[in-house]
């Protein structure tokens, strides 16, 4: 590896900034990103998603944090981290991963590489990035300039499945400069890579892996809802179900996030464009996607059937972001238990401590409380199965409900048979 290498990182969130300490080693590092907020947090060490500790930090003094574009001149390897969200109709938006590629293109030289991260369907990157960077920048692709694709695998809260700690994927669009990236993240990943053909195969194989788990849980799900209209408890026959060694342990529950509630769709997306409609992947997804109206709905009847009156309910919903041990509320699919219980005029409190409450007003314009008030609910939904909801225990958060309150546990994190309700 040539040691004057500078690589610029282009997004730092939950992807780029772990990527960018860890390069930030052994290269020279250029870390941008157009929210200046968190540029300016980060060259004081805080990292506001609290997936990185301030020791990493002190451990890569090679990274420039910057959100001028012009910085990341210098730099000859570029890594796009952008995020690629959904539309309201469930299409790819693109639109951040279009803008970072002009970032890119206006600065491009030649011999430059560009390396993207973001999940993207088969064929994006060299159908939509590589000629934005060639119209940007006035040169040819794998001529003057070359690319390569390498998808995260970044799992929010989970501190055991680090950056350095999955095994990476590594392509290219030619074979020199796929060997080239390959040893590239070779220097900072511990588990190693896996270098494909293609760019084109890498990007598959990431939009599978989560199409895969969002199909396993759909199936969890339908299970759950069958077993609901056979008065069985799912968990017990889950239990039962997985003493067979090659029985994979899935549980029911809702499916949001920026990864697994999203990937699907940019598969099925690509499968329409080439004239296949995929049934079952879409079946997945409308499953995975009621789960949170079903969520709302078990509780309204059993509300009816305890006799208590669902208008003007107090209703407290513990946990809003997407997963458990995590602070990440894009696409949380919480809201949707909300939103049904707004309808029937129940009143909401909402209670994460892990969240930012400013990010929820401005997102979802909904207030978090700080702490439950005592003897107030008639109604409990522990929605996201976080550690301190684990440590707060079952007998403390009965103490937030009225007599009669209405204990339901989403993820199971309790013994189901102290509380009213599970998936």
Not at 44 to 66: M, P, Q, R
Not at 94 to 101: C, E, G, P, V
Request: net charge positive; glycine share 6%; aromatic share 10%.
């Amino acid at each position: 590896m040539n040691k004057k290498n500078i690589i610029g990182i282009i997004g730092l969130g939950y992807v780029g900034l772990p990527l960018a300490l860890q390069f930030g080693k052994k290269f020279n590092v250029v870390g941008f990103d157009i929210n200046k907020k968190r540029i300016n947090q980060l060259k004081n060490k805080i990292d506001a998603t609290k997936e990185v500790n301030k020791k990493y930090f002190l451990k890569s003094n090679k990274i420039l944090f910057t959100s001028n574009f012009k910085d990341l001149k210098l730099c000859n390897i570029f890594i796009v981290t952008v995020p690629t969200p959904i539309n309201k109709n469930k299409k790819p938006d693109l639109r951040l991963i279009k803008n970072a590629s002009k970032t890119v293109g206006k600065i491009l030289k030649k011999n430059d590489i560009v390396i993207y991260e973001s999940t993207l369907f088969p064929g994006a990157v060299e159908e939509i990035c590589v000629p934005i960077l060639e119209k940007t920048s006035n040169l040819n692709y794998n001529v003057d300039f070359f690319c390569g694709y390498s998808p995260e695998r970044i799992n929010p809260g989970d501190k055991k499945h680090g950056l350095i700690h999955n095994k990476k994927i590594t392509s290219g669009s030619t074979k020199k400069i796929s060997n080239f990236i390959d040893k590239l993240y070779k220097k900072i990943i511990r588990a190693g890579t896996y270098k494909v053909k293609s760019i084109r195969i890498a990007e598959a194989a990431k939009v599978i892996e989560n199409c895969q788990r969002d199909l396993n849980i759909a199936f969890i799900n339908e299970l759950s809802l069958i077993f609901d209209k056979l008065e069985l408890d799912t968990y017990e026959i889950l239990k039962a179900a997985s003493t067979k060694w090659n029985f994979i342990d899935f549980r029911p529950g809702l499916v949001g996030g920026h990864c697994i509630g999203v990937d699907p769709y940019y598969l099925t997306y690509k499968a329409n464009q080439v004239g296949y409609y995929s049934d079952l992947i879409s079946s997945g997804r409308k499953i995975n996607s009621s789960m949170g109206f079903y969520v709302a709905k078990k509780l309204i009847i059993k509300m009816k059937k305890e006799k208590i009156s669902i208008t003007n309910s107090k209703i407290l919903i513990m946990g809003f972001s997407f997963k458990e041990n995590c602070q990440d509320i894009r696409n949380t699919r919480v809201i949707d238990i909300i939103t049904k219980l707004k309808t029937k005029k129940c009143l909401i409190d909402i209670y994460d401590p892990l969240i930012n409450s400013k990010d929820c007003m401005n997102e979802y314009s909904l207030k978090v409380i700080k702490y439950p008030y005592l003897s107030k609910y008639d109604s409990i939904i522990i929605a996201v199965a976080h550690n301190v909801f684990k440590r707060l225990g079952l007998n403390r958060i009965k103490k937030f409900g009225k007599k009669k309150c209405i204990i339901f546990d989403v993820k199971n994190i309790f013994d189901n048979k102290n509380v009213d309700i599970t998936l």
